[in-house]
């Protein structure tokens, strides 16, 4: 059973330019979430995605936006990249239930902006 | 919303020594509680959960027991190896929230053969 996987691993971006970032969920998991985790600090909630639809969002600009996909796959996207937005992303997975149900992480995409 | 507070680390301890990891919340209602790790170069792992009050999350020789009345989740683990070496995050998630999850800064751990 495969866990949550990210592509790609390692990423390097020059600023003002757009990224892509890549999330498959665990087998079973219907609801995705994504975090970025700064340098030295812990993640910082993005947003989550629930039947393709944008559930929740954290304080985070309209730069960053995402999709899912119906096989319940998600995209991240941020534009015109600044050098702040260097981080780990990490993408999380958990069922839809009514279970307090952890997350299962992802290892995470490594961004760089030069 | 939800926060929380952890020590700040990094705690370098010898192997075989003590550990304990304090961690303190502020969250509205009755929060799931749980530890995440994370090793040098990954993701996050689920360490421990607790659901409900007075529960014990235990797993590895790691331990943690829900304290409502102190809003306190603290880790421990009797006996550490030099593989525990990692930064270990505490955080509260409610399920009416989709079950996201609020991050400290988490506490870097140094276990010294």
């Known amino acids: 059973d495969a866990g949550v996987t990210q592509s790609p691993t390692h990423l390097i971006k020059t600023r003002g330019q757009q990224v892509t970032l890549r999330c498959s969920p665990k087998s079973g998991h219907d609801t995705v979430s994504w975090y970025q985790q700064a340098l030295g600090q812990g993640p910082q909630f993005i947003f989550q995605?629930?039947?393709?639809?944008?559930?929740q969002r954290g304080n985070f600009p309209d730069r960053f936006s995402g999709h899912q996909f119906p096989n319940y796959s998600s995209e991240l996207n941020v534009n015109a990249l600044l050098l702040g937005d260097s981080a780990l992303y990490l993408c999380a997975s958990n069922p839809t239930g009514t279970g307090a149900y952890e997350q299962y992480f992802g290892p995470g995409t490594r961004l760089t902006v030069t | 919303g939800d926060s929380v507070t952890q020590m700040e680390g990094p705690v370098t301890l010898s192997e075989e020594a003590f550990l304990t990891i304090n961690c303190t919340y502020t969250a509205t209602g009755y929060p799931s509680l749980f530890w995440y790790v994370q090793y040098p170069g990954e993701g996050l792992q689920l360490l421990l959960k607790?659901?409900?009050?007075?529960d014990k999350g235990s797993n590895k020789g790691f331990e943690a027991t829900y304290r409502k009345e102190t809003t306190s989740f603290h880790l421990e683990k009797g006996s550490v190896q030099v593989s525990d070496s990692a930064v270990y995050f505490c955080?509260?998630?409610?399920?009416?929230?989709?079950?996201?999850?609020?991050f400290g800064g988490g506490t870097r751990v140094l276990v010294k053969p």
């Open positions: 995605y629930y039947e393709e639809e944008e559930r």
């Open positions: 607790a659901t409900k009050a007075d």
């Open positions: 955080a509260p998630t409610h399920r009416a929230a989709g079950n996201k999850l609020t």
